[in-house]
Every structure is written in structure tokens, then in C-alpha cells.
């Protein structure tokens, strides 16, 4: 993501009723977890989500690819550091949460990316992964923001699995505003990440917060939401193990 969309991104998340619901959304997954540990949040811009983690009692790190976001996220007063997420310098079976909000559709080699997660994952550790869904709503909003594709829920199953991680839940997410979504991207012209106006902005959070009370998530909506596991056995058909560590190690020197 270029520096001006990261910049624009940490202005806007403390407000946006997009962003505001995605915190809830990682809020409400984090419930499920009884005994928080160490959390990596890759791709975590200026660390909204990283802060969501620290105040539920996870012990977390932030990682990101952009120097202007790692500076914003460490003046926030988290734990960050810049990394290539296809190497991360973290610890093979480290962590007991790692999250990916909006990261895999930003790299081309994205299988790299899922097998990092496990590489890093402590046995039965949690991952938490979300990322644009449906190619028809592909718009000059995805090439503004580094979007390489958007998923399918079965090519992001099988990414997920191929790494080794068992999937335990996948659903949709912004279902109710898909068909406002699709008209606005047909028409645009550049990123969507902008300012909403105040009284836009309580409208489009009321909508977006029905949908936690209604039988939508199976239904197709602009993200797809996946928690998947660490599962036992072989790590991941695409590397071998160690691979992740000695290219993370090279990045490191």
C-alpha cells in the first residue's frame, strides 16, 4: 500500500464505521480464546487491531511492510517491526494468535504468506484472516490500494490448507452493503478510502452492526472472515521447514 493510503488509513480508522466494526468483529473472535498468549498482528498499518489485542490481555507484536506505518504504530506505544511477511524474523512455533486483516490479497505469492503463519503458530494456535472476496467487484479501488486479486471462499481454503492450517470457520462480512458497494465501484475511479461525513457515517455503522444479529454470513458480502488452526503433522506443502527461518534470518543480517 503506497505511504498516502497508509497515512489516510490511520487518520480515518479511529472513526470509520468500516474500520470501527472490524475491531468489534476481532473483538468478538478474541472471546473465544480462554488464555491469551503472544499475538502477532502482520500487516497491522498504525495497529488498530494491535491495540484491540493489548486490551484483551494478549501480549502483542505489530508488523508491517511500511516504514511510515511501523513509526505511527510504535508512537501509538506498541511493540513494532517492519518485515517482509513471506520471511518473517519470528520464531518457528511462537506465537498462539497470529492476524491477517486485509494482508494476502497485497501479495502476489500469497501461499508464502499462509505458510509464515503456520511456520510461526504454536500447535492448535489460533489464525485469524480476512481479506476482499468476489473478482466481480475488482474496481480501480483494488489497483489504488496493491490489490493482486480478491478470494473465493475456495481459494482461500485452499491457500489455508495447503500451509497446514485446518479451518475451523469461515463467513462473509459487509453482506448488507455488497449491492451499495458493487455500484460504487463500478464507478470508481481511485481509492475508496476517504472521509464519511457524520450522519453517513452513523447510517453505514447502524447497517453494518445489524449484521451481527442477523443469518447474512453465508450469504456473499465484500470480505470473507476465516479462523483456522495450526494442525499437527507436516507444516506446509510449499517449503520445507526451516525454509521460512533461514530467509527470514538473511532479511534480518
Not at 49 to 56: I, S
Not at 229 to 239: C, E, M, S, V, W
Request: proline share 4%; aromatic share 4%; with cysteine.
Amino acid at each position: 500500500m503506497e505511504t498516502l493510503e497508509v497515512e489516510k488509513l490511520t487518520t480515518l480508522e479511529k472513526s470509520h464505521w468500516w474500520y470501527k466494526e472490524r475491531r468489534a468483529l476481532l473483538d468478538r473472535e478474541l472471546k473465544r480464546i480462554a488464555n491469551p498468549g503472544l499475538a502477532l498482528d502482520i500487516g497491522a498499518a498504525g495497529g488498530g487491531n494491535t491495540q484491540v489485542l493489548r486490551a484483551r490481555g494478549w501480549r502483542a507484536i505489530a508488523t508491517d511492510y511500511s516504514a511510515v506505518a511501523v513509526e505511527i504504530a510504535r508512537k501509538r506505544g506498541l511493540t513494532t517491526f517492519r518485515a517482509d511477511v513471506r520471511a518473517l524474523p519470528v520464531r518457528s512455533s511462537s506465537c498462539d494468535l497470529v492476524t491477517a486483516f486485509d494482508v494476502l490479497e497485497h501479495i502476489e505469492e500469497d501461499h508464502l504468506v499462509a505458510t509464515e503463519i503456520a511456520r510461526v503458530l504454536k500447535p492448535g494456535g489460533t489464525a485469524l484472516i480476512a481479506v476482499p472476496c468476489d473478482m466481480s467487484l475488482w474496481s480501480a479501488h483494488d489497483e489504488a490500494v496493491g490489490h493482486v486479486r480478491r478470494y473465493s471462499r475456495a481459494n482461500l481454503r485452499q491457500v489455508v490448507e495447503d500451509a497446514g492450517l485446518g479451518v475451523d470457520s469461515m463467513w462473509s462480512w459487509n453482506v448488507l452493503l455488497r449491492p451499495a458497494v458493487a455500484r460504487r465501484r463500478r464507478r470508481s475511479t481511485g481509492s475508496d478510502l476517504d472521509t464519511v461525513k457524520p450522519l453517513a457515517n452513523r447510517v453505514l455503522t447502524s447497517i453494518v452492526v445489524a449484521e451481527r444479529h442477523l443469518p447474512v454470513k453465508s450469504l456473499p458480502g465484500v470480505s470473507i472472515i476465516l479462523r483456522a488452526r495450526l494442525q499437527p503433522g507436516p507444516r506446509a506443502r510449499h517449503a520445507p521447514a526451516g525454509a521460512a527461518d533461514e530467509a527470514g534470518q538473511r532479511r534480518r543480517t
